[in-house]
Structure formats: structure tokens, C-alpha cells
């Protein structure tokens, strides 16, 4: 019986720990690595593998798959899959997985620093003592904390560590998530939502949902306009998520007050973009999910990801369990091995 394959085709130029490559070996997988651009090196490198193995990168495409000759499962490190083909992933019963344990503690973070920064007006009180004015009367908040309304689009693994954080400030919480049962919502202490309801009464509304065709400019004029004037929109998601052109007119406009964003629908950011000439405007570079511990982390969840589904396990985060029958016979029981953590 041939080893089980993981062909890591997509690494975005990063290097492969050490630790990695022996504690896949000490696991009995046959593990290849090569930066795939071409259909022509994923049938090289990938034909042969259990699993295809890729970061950022889009090298996986629909009329590439059929190259991917032995593959069952597709690994997306990370927490969004809008770089793969899922439909079509799906519809030749591969497993799609991915690792969102692996940013979810940094990017929920990340969404409550933006919205602190907008609502206290830090970076532009930062900015302005810089400059040698010290003066407190200038960039005075609109916004209070306690007592105000948080909306939550999606309630994945960010959304719901998003809710369990921002809880203690004496919130409500309003949640929208079409696929998630509500009693789960209720029962991480939040109220469940329309789409509608949670735009029209939230001061701010934290974005959290996957980039997929439904989603695409989800945020678009209609739902600014019928948010708040002062309302504030964090988007630490993906950027086509908002119609950025509209979210740029709402925020010139008036229809929304300010937003908080660490994705642009075009990355990087243009420098003549016009979010960047807004006063009302707090952008980072697509940072949400780094840290110290980031590459440990990615590489963690995605080592255990390949243990767990080699020796039978489902892994932790399968998209498509429900669409698939899988490959191999995958046992509902957790994967037992922790795999070794980098000590840098």
C-alpha cells in the first residue's frame, strides 16, 4: 500500500519549516512541495497526491482540476477559499478544508482595534500630536460604547469569538447568519437578525462573511443607505464583500459615518484610491490575521489538518462535509495527535 501524498503546490514564496517536513514524515505521509503557476507543474508535482495543499495561492482553478488525478481533499490554509474553485471542488467530491482556528483569535481582534480606533479617533489623535498639535477639542468621538447596538454579519469561528470579546462592553448584539441555527446565536449571548434589521438598528456592523458570488457587494448602496448616519463599518473579510465605490459615496455623502477596513477590493490599494483622502476612514493593509505566533499557527493547523484526514479523521473545518461522500472512510472522532509546536 502506497504512502499517503500531500503536495504542497501554493506557498506564496514562504519556506517549509523543518519541523514541518519531519513531523509529516514521522507521520507516514509522502510529502512534495513545489510553487505551482501552470496546469502543466500541478501535473507534475500534484497528480499523484491524497491531498493538495495550497496557501494564497490561485493556482487551483476549475479546468485544473481534473490534473489533480488522486486527489480527495483540497487544504486552504487560512480561513477564505476564494481562491479555489469551491462549487467545482465540490462537485467532483473533493473535500474542501481549511484552518480559521488558525487566524480567528488575531483577525477578531483585529476588527475590535479597528472599530476602538474609529470610535476613539486614536490614529487621528496619533497623527495630530505628531504634528505638534495637542489639542483636545479637535476629532471629538461620535460614538459611545455601552448601550449601543453591534451588528455581526456571519457567525463563523471570527464572528463568534468577535461576540464573545465585545460581550463584556454592555452591547447589544444583533448576529445574521442565513446558515447558522439561531439557537446557537442566542446561546453565545447575541440575538439572531435579518440581514435588514441588523443594518437599520446597529451603530456598528462588524463584516465577517466569505466571498462567494452571493456575496459579492453584499454591502452595497442599498444597505448603506439604510444604516444609521453615524454608523460605523468594519470589514475584516474580504473587499469585494463591499461595493467599494458605493461604501466611498456613503462615506463622502453622510449615509454612513465612518469604517474601519482591512481589505480593499483591489489589493494593494491604489494610491490614487479616494478611501485614502477620507478623514473618516481607518485602512490597514490586510493584516488582521498576523501576529507573533502567525506562522506557527498556520502551519500548525495545517500540519494537524493533514494528519487528521491521513489517518481517517475528518479535520477540523470541512466546508463541504455535507455535499461529499468522501474518498476515505473519516471517523467523526477528533484526531488525537497534537502536532509539534515551533519554538522560534
Same mark, same amino acid.
Given at each position: 500500500?502506497?504512502?499517503?501524498?500531500?503536495?504542497?503546490?501554493?506557498?506564496?514564496?514562504? &519556506?517549509?519549516?523543518? /519541523?514541518?517536513?519531519?513531523?509529516?514524515?514521522?507521520?507516514?505521509?509522502?510529502?512534495?512541495?513545489? =510553487?505551482?503557476?501552470?496546469?502543466?507543474?500541478?501535473?507534475?508535482?500534484?497528480?499523484?497526491?491524497?491531498?493538495?495543499?495550497?496557501?494564497?495561492?490561485?493556482?487551483?482553478?476549475?479546468?485544473?482540476?481534473?490534473?489533480?488525478?488522486?486527489?480527495?481533499?483540497?487544504?486552504?490554509?487560512?480561513?477564505?477559499?476564494?481562491?479555489?474553485? &469551491?462549487?467545482?471542488?465540490?462537485?467532483?467530491?473533493?473535500?474542501?478544508?481549511?484552518?480559521?482556528? !488558525?487566524? !480567528?483569535?488575531?483577525?477578531?481582534? *483585529? $476588527?475590535?482595534?479597528?472599530?476602538?480606533?474609529?470610535?476613539?479617533?486614536?490614529?487621528?489623535?496619533? !497623527?495630530?500630536?505628531?504634528?505638534?498639535? /495637542?489639542?483636545?477639542?479637535? *476629532?471629538?468621538?461620535? /460614538?459611545?460604547?455601552?448601550?449601543?447596538?453591534?451588528?455581526?454579519?456571519?457567525?463563523? *469561528?471570527? $464572528?463568534?469569538?468577535?461576540?464573545?470579546?465585545?460581550?463584556?462592553?454592555?452591547?447589544?448584539?444583533?448576529?445574521?447568519?442565513?446558515?447558522?441555527?439561531?439557537?446557537?446565536?442566542?446561546?453565545?449571548?447575541?440575538?439572531?437578525?435579518?440581514?435588514?434589521?441588523?443594518?437599520?438598528?446597529?451603530?456598528?456592523?462588524?463584516?465577517?462573511?466569505?466571498?462567494?458570488?452571493?456575496?459579492?457587494?453584499?454591502?452595497?448602496?442599498?444597505?448603506?443607505?439604510?444604516?444609521?448616519? *453615524?454608523?460605523?463599518?468594519?470589514?475584516?473579510?474580504?473587499?469585494?464583500?463591499?461595493?467599494?465605490?458605493?461604501?466611498?459615496?456613503?462615506?463622502?455623502?453622510?449615509?454612513?459615518?465612518? !469604517?474601519?477596513?482591512?481589505?480593499? =477590493? =483591489?489589493?494593494?490599494?491604489?494610491?490614487?484610491?479616494?478611501?485614502?483622502?477620507?478623514?473618516?476612514?481607518?485602512?490597514?493593509?490586510?493584516?488582521?490575521?498576523?501576529?507573533?505566533?502567525?506562522?506557527?499557527?498556520? /502551519?500548525?493547523?495545517?500540519?494537524?489538518?493533514?494528519?487528521?484526514?491521513?489517518?481517517?479523521?475528518?479535520?477540523?473545518?470541512?466546508?463541504?462535509?455535507? =455535499?461529499?461522500?468522501?474518498?476515505?472512510?473519516?471517523?467523526?472522532?477528533?484526531?488525537? $495527535?497534537?502536532?509539534?509546536?515551533? $519554538?522560534?
Amino acid at each position: 500500500m502506497r504512502p499517503f501524498q500531500a503536495a504542497l503546490v501554493g506557498l506564496l514564496g514562504e &519556506e517549509v519549516p523543518e /519541523w514541518v517536513r519531519r513531523a509529516l514524515r514521522d507521520g507516514g505521509i509522502d510529502f512534495v512541495q513545489h =510553487e505551482c503557476h501552470t496546469r502543466e507543474d500541478l501535473e507534475q508535482y500534484a497528480a499523484a497526491a491524497d491531498l493538495v495543499w495550497v496557501w494564497g495561492s490561485r493556482v487551483i482553478t476549475g479546468d485544473r482540476l481534473d490534473a489533480l488525478k488522486k486527489c480527495g481533499a483540497i487544504l486552504r490554509t487560512g480561513t477564505g477559499t476564494d481562491n479555489v474553485p &469551491e462549487a467545482e471542488i465540490t462537485a467532483r467530491n473533493i473535500l474542501l478544508t481549511n484552518t480559521p482556528e !488558525a487566524v !480567528a483569535e488575531e483577525v477578531s481582534d *483585529h $476588527a475590535i482595534a479597528l472599530l476602538f480606533s474609529v470610535i476613539r479617533q486614536t490614529a487621528a489623535q496619533d !497623527a495630530l500630536v505628531r504634528a505638534g498639535v /495637542w489639542e483636545r477639542r479637535i *476629532h471629538k468621538t461620535r /460614538w459611545h460604547l455601552r448601550g449601543s447596538t453591534l451588528g455581526v454579519l456571519g457567525f463563523g *469561528h471570527i $464572528a463568534r469569538l468577535l461576540v464573545r470579546k465585545m460581550s463584556q462592553f454592555e452591547l447589544k448584539i444583533l448576529v445574521h447568519d442565513p446558515y447558522m441555527a439561531p439557537e446557537r446565536i442566542t446561546q453565545a449571548g447575541a440575538e439572531p437578525a435579518s440581514f435588514e434589521r441588523v443594518l437599520a438598528e446597529s451603530d456598528f456592523v462588524s463584516v465577517h462573511v466569505p466571498l462567494k458570488p452571493e456575496t459579492r457587494h453584499l454591502i452595497g448602496e442599498r444597505a448603506l443607505r439604510s444604516m444609521k448616519p *453615524h454608523a460605523v463599518l468594519i470589514n475584516t473579510a474580504r473587499g469585494p464583500v463591499v461595493d467599494e465605490a458605493a461604501l466611498i459615496r456613503g462615506l463622502t455623502e453622510g449615509w454612513i459615518g465612518a !469604517a474601519g477596513l482591512d481589505v480593499c =477590493e =483591489e489589493e494593494p490599494i491604489a494610491k490614487d484610491n479616494p478611501l485614502l483622502k477620507l478623514d473618516n476612514v481607518v485602512l490597514t493593509p490586510h493584516t488582521a490575521g498576523y501576529s507573533d505566533i502567525f506562522y506557527d499557527c498556520f /502551519w500548525r493547523y495545517s500540519v494537524e489538518t493533514v494528519l487528521a484526514i491521513a489517518n481517517g479523521f475528518w479535520p477540523r473545518s470541512p466546508l463541504n462535509r455535507r =455535499e461529499i461522500t468522501p474518498r476515505w472512510a473519516l471517523a467523526d472522532a477528533t484526531w488525537p $495527535a497534537e502536532p509539534p509546536r515551533y $519554538a522560534p
